[in-house]
């Protein structure tokens, strides 16, 4: 309530037209629309343990978190990937990992699929489940909704476009996939790798299959080895002074670790 | 004097919430066209109805499919909900012991206050692997239709009921004294009396079924496309806004708003051809 009035004097201070404004101390993030959300939320933590800063967080990509850091229009860029070798003036401090694990339901007796049989059942070449040693049954695909994360990893990995993908079930958030799964014994889906394996590991049944041999679990995202997988980092031009650096140190330690785990990356701390 | 103080207080009450209610539809329109605006500049009116397929990521936008899906699906809903509710709300009031009547009513009261989201649950690990086990894949427009048909089941019902309630009771008095047997009553006497009730009864149940979201969302497997038959699944226009908002930017999130008023379009011609065919007495 308290913290409500304090908004409510400080909105009518700018309606106001006051310039007490400037002396706040103003952090700018871009990039990444997969980061933004998490560093949103850990904006907000921050701000409640230092009352004169505010956070500001916009997206527009990776490449826009690249180059707005290197231009220095934002004091930190965010990029869901690696940086590359052409980027190695820039500095990147990773601050979760996401990872996206195939699913499918837990009576089903395939156990492992390669890289292109998941390319042909998700562009419909495989329609049968008896073709990679299962049951006589036809496939049921699940496919992410427009602009999830989740989407654009899993495309991006097996190098697919969405526009060839062919469907049954298109699903929102993870757990409804993990309900769609679960339901239906045929079907195959994808989701974080964080929420399959706390719900497969607490009896729902759906089983995570492993992905070019390496097991699907967040130990093995954690540690890079798992290839659905890729770093969430931060990004700035210089060794981080100040104010970025005090919320670089904060987004990475184990205070962010439950907001990380909230929006089913896995954090990079133990 | 006094009283007629009264009365002008009252009047200029009255016209201040009508204003309010007025005001806050138009507010909405408002609002969707606002928001709408930079898709329509953009990507043009036509293009939401002659693009190749729905892919916001490639700047393609067509939205008929999506049209046809919540089209179909609140059609079928209606067709098998209005008369199920008629029969019922006929059973409750002709035909059943008053006892029986009353628990009836009970239970269909209850049936509306479940939120959509438990019905959509249910649709989920009960019904779309039932219809999965019939003919795959399971979440499909035919999961649509009969979880919105259990869910605007009791408005029909319940609406029916009290168009039922409200026939005068010397018509039925009267249509005794005639001799008429009970069937005969009911349609000759009861239905022309009631029909405005039931009008009604059946434009609040589509209004239902064109809104629902989150249990349609959940069973009807959200692929855009025209259906082919029953058991293919659809994205309905309600769906696509919930599932693509919360990452939608730019002119995809624009194109969403113009899903909304697509869908404010439907309603808007229902309620006109409503008002058409009952000649401007729907809520007589």
């Known amino acids: 309530m308290k913290r409500l009035w304090i908004r409510l004097a400080f909105t009518l201070f700018l309606l ?66 690696a940086l590359k070798e052409s980027e190695g003036d820039l500095l990147a401090f990773t601050i979760a990992r996401d990872g996206v694990g195939l699913i499918v339901h837990k009576d089903n007796p395939v156990i492992e699929l390669s890289d292109a049989q998941v390319v042909a059942i998700y562009t419909g070449k495989i329609v049968n489940w008896k073709d990679m040693g299962g049951n006589d049954a036809p496939i049921t695909v699940v496919n992410k909704a427009e602009g999830r994360s989740t989407l654009e990893l899993f495309l991006d990995y097996f190098k697919l476009k969405n526009t060839v993908v ?53 130990e093995n995202v954690r540690n ?47 | 004097m006094s009283r007629s103080r009264t009365d002008i207080v009252l009047v200029w009450s009255l016209r201040g919430c009508a204003a309010l209610a007025g005001a806050i539809v138009l507010l909405i329109v408002v609002f969707l066209v606002l928001e709408s605006l930079p898709a329509l500049q953009h990507v043009g009116l036509a293009r939401f109805f002659t693009d190749a397929s729905w892919q916001p990521s490639e700047g393609l936008y067509n939205l008929t499919p999506m049209l046809w899906g919540t089209l179909f699906a609140m059609a079928g809903a209606v067709l098998v909900a209005t008369p199920l509710g008629v029969l019922s709300a006929m059973f409750c009031h002709y035909y059943a012991a008053p006892v029986v009547a009353r628990f009836y009513r009970r239970l269909i009261e209850l049936l509306a206050g479940i939120p959509s989201v438990v019905y959509g649950l249910w649709g989920l690990v009960v019904l779309v692997p039932l219809i999965g086990s019939l003919h795959p894949p399971g979440p499909s427009l035919l999961a649509g239709i009969a979880i919105l048909t259990i869910m605007i089941l009791p408005t029909i019902a319940l609406m029916a009921d009290a168009a039922l309630a409200n026939v005068p009771a010397h018509y ?52 855009v496309q025209t259906p082919a038959n029953v058991f293919e699944p659809i994205r309905t226009l309600t769906a696509n806004i919930a599932l693509e908002m919360a990452y939608a930017l730019g002119d995809h999130r624009a194109a969403l708003f113009v899903s909304g008023l697509v869908l404010m379009a439907v309603i808007v011609v229902l309620v006109a051809g409503a008002e058409r065919i009952s000649k401007g007495r729907v809520y007589g």
């Open chain 1, 16 to 81: 106001a037209g006051c310039s007490e404004d400037s002396a706040q101390d103003k952090l700018v993030l871009t990039g990444s629309s997969t980061i933004a959300p998490l560093v949103s939320e850990i904006g907000k933590r921050f701000e409640a343990l230092h009352p004169d800063v505010r956070v500001d967080v916009q997206t527009g990509g990776s490449s826009r978190g690249i180059a707005d850091a290197r231009q220095g229009l934002a004091d930190i860029g965010m990029a869901s990937r």
């Open chain 1, 166 to 218: 062919k469907a049954q079930v298109i699903i929102g958030d993870n757990e409804q996939g993990i309900k769609t799964v679960a339901g239906n014994p045929n079907t195959i889906g994808y989701v974080s790798i964080g929420t399959a394996e706390y719900d497969a590991s607490h009896g729902v049944a759906v089983k995570l299959l492993p992905v070019d041999g390496v097991a699907a679990s967040t």
């Open chain 2, 172 to 223: 039925l008095r009267g249509a005794s004294a005639l001799g008429l047997s009970r069937w005969a009553t009911i349609r000759g006497v009861v239905f022309p009396a009631a029909k405005s009730g039931l009008f009604t009864g059946v434009i609040l149940e589509t209004g239902r079924a064109i809104g629902e979201t989150m249990a349609v969302l959940m069973v009807c497997g959200n692929v």
């Open chain 1, 224 to 270: 890079g080895s798992f290839p659905l997988s890729r770093p969430l980092n931060l990004v700035t031009k210089t060794e981080p002074q100040g104010l970025a650096k005090d919320f670089i140190a904060f987004a990475r330690s184990t205070a962010a670790e439950a907001i990380v785990k909230k929006q089913y990356f896995v954090p990079i701390t133990h």
